[in-house]
């Protein structure tokens, strides 16, 4: 049985604790799910060298890459902000390219939510056809 849209923000809500976030001290909890409902947890993980820090949303993307996941569902954000937290540029840059399909659910600790496409975050996206189409 694959999880419920509730089931999964209680997911991204519970890896969203699990957060490394000495610097911003934003915490922010993901949970990715696939076309066959497994689901992959991450939480941002912040480094020294503030550039390295790696969002939640990637480190779930990555995760289930790894594991050799390619078709996605869905995509769970979980902040705690009165504003849901959308994707940075660098998120929806990766969700474009391995996510595409997936909706996204924006979600705060007070049961707000807000379904949201990658095309509207991210129009008119570069990928991998422009490659393609580059004369040689
Ligand atoms: N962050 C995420 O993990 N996901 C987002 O959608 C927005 C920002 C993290 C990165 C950094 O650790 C902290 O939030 C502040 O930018």
Redesign the pocket.
Known sequence: MSESENQLIEQATAARVRSV?PF?K?L?GAALQTDEGKVFTGC?V?SASYGL?V???RVAIWKALSEGERDFARLV?V?DTEQL????GT?RQIIWEFCKHATIVLANLHGQKEEVHIADLLPRAFDARFLREARQ
């Open positions: 976030a911003s934003f922010v941002n912040e820090t969002c939640a949303e954000i902040a937290t959308p994707p940075c998120c």
